[in-house]
């Protein structure tokens, strides 16, 4: 049985929690973006989801793709919190809830990493092979699965549990344990000038206590 990309927008919108969970809500469907058309916009308390659908096989083009949707929600997101921040009158300063909500709603005005973590992009196909899963792994995107069962009922199954590394060799290579030495290396020398640092500063700060008694 066949089924079309609309078919599968009109099903997860109706039942969110087929691939969200039962509190996400859907915030909108077909959004128009700087570099293309959204398929369906979602909010799961904390997290925008970034959900584009295709009733075929996925393709490694189709990550890039979800990718420069979820830039595009990123940057109107950041254009919409530095708006409610310089427009809101909640909060007040000198309460420390009011601290507490203006410093959480700077976070994502400045774009900061919090921002780039809230937002998850969902790429939703018939299957995908393992330079596709891959790509998605590497990039952070979600990948979903949909199948039609034998009482013609769609179902959504998420490739979480795929491992790339169950696909590599069994013995380590060469350049990922020569990087691993470069970075071992790095982290003693860093250590050793932390050390170095703290205790040049615990020095002069018991040399200016000593001439302060002195005095």
């Known amino acids: 049985m066949d089924i079309k990309e609309k078919e599968l927008e009109d099903l997860i919108c109706a039942n969110p929690h087929c691939i969200l969970s039962d509190d996400a809500v859907i915030l909108g469907r077909q959004i128009p973006l700087t570099h293309g058309r959204l398929d369906i916009l979602a909010w799961d308390y904390g997290q925008t ?3 584009e659908l295709k009733a075929k096989p996925l393709q490694e083009k189709d990550v890039a793709q979800v ?7 990123r940057w109107f997101l950041q ?16 309460t420390w809830r009011g601290g507490a909500y203006a410093d959480r709603l700077m976070s994502f005005a400045d774009g900061r990493p919090d921002i780039l973590r809230a937002i ?14 891959a790509a998605a792994n ?13 009482e013609n009922q769609v179902a959504f199954k998420s490739t ?11 013995s380590t290579p060469d350049w990922a344990t020569r990087i691993v030495e470069q970075a071992q290396m790095l982290a003693w020398e860093q250590a050793d000038d932390h050390i170095d640092q ?3 500063q615990l020095f002069k700060q018991a040399v200016n206590n000593d001439e302060q008694t002195d005095r």
């Open 49 to 51: 989801f970034i959900v």
């Open 120 to 133: 998850q992009p969902v790429l939703i196909g018939s299957s995908a092979d393992s330079s596709v899963l």
């Open 67 to 73: 990718l420069r949707y979820s830039n595009d929600v």
């Open 160 to 170: 979480r549990e795929w491992d790339s590394l169950k696909m590599a060799q069994t």
């Open 79 to 94: 254009i919409a919190f530095q708006n409610a921040v310089r427009q809101d009158q909640r909060w007040d300063l000198k």
């Open 198 to 200: 703290t205790i040049t």
């Open 138 to 150: 590497g990039a952070g995107v979600e990948v979903q699965i949909w199948s039609i069962n034998d």
